[in-house]
């Protein structure tokens, strides 16, 4: 028998909690009775992946407090040290946890893929849905 899989708790694993395999893909974890009870009982939840480590449960305020909030953009050119090649457009997406932290993503993004992902934005600022 193996630990519960709720992040930091401390008891053994009493029986698997399985995900529902409707909305995502099915897994198993390890629960003790009282976190068994808590998600039957409606407490928020949600997987959190950590990486080599396999993944946990969070419960409770862990979830929010895992949850990234976005935070704001910035788009700038990056020029490459080589003078002949031409400058690239830069974005960065920066997030903000619960905590306070802050994390940012940057890519190199195309004309293209900048007018791809301005149309999709526009299409569902306007109410779009699921894409059939
Ligand atoms: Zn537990």
Known sequence: MANCQVMRCPRAGETIFATDGATAMRREFWVCQQHLAAIEGGAAW????L???GSAILIGDDVIAGDLLFHGFR???ETSPSSTATPRRVLSLIAKSAGGSEESLTFV???EQLRELAK???WHLQGGGEKG
């Not at 949600?46 to 992946?49: F, R, S, V």
Request: proline share 0%; aromatic share 6%.
């Open 51 to 53: 990486g080599s480590d």
């Open 46 to 49: 949600c997987i959190e992946n």
């Open 109 to 111: 993004i195309s004309d």
């Open 120 to 122: 999709d934005l526009t």
């Open 75 to 77: 788009m700038s050119w």
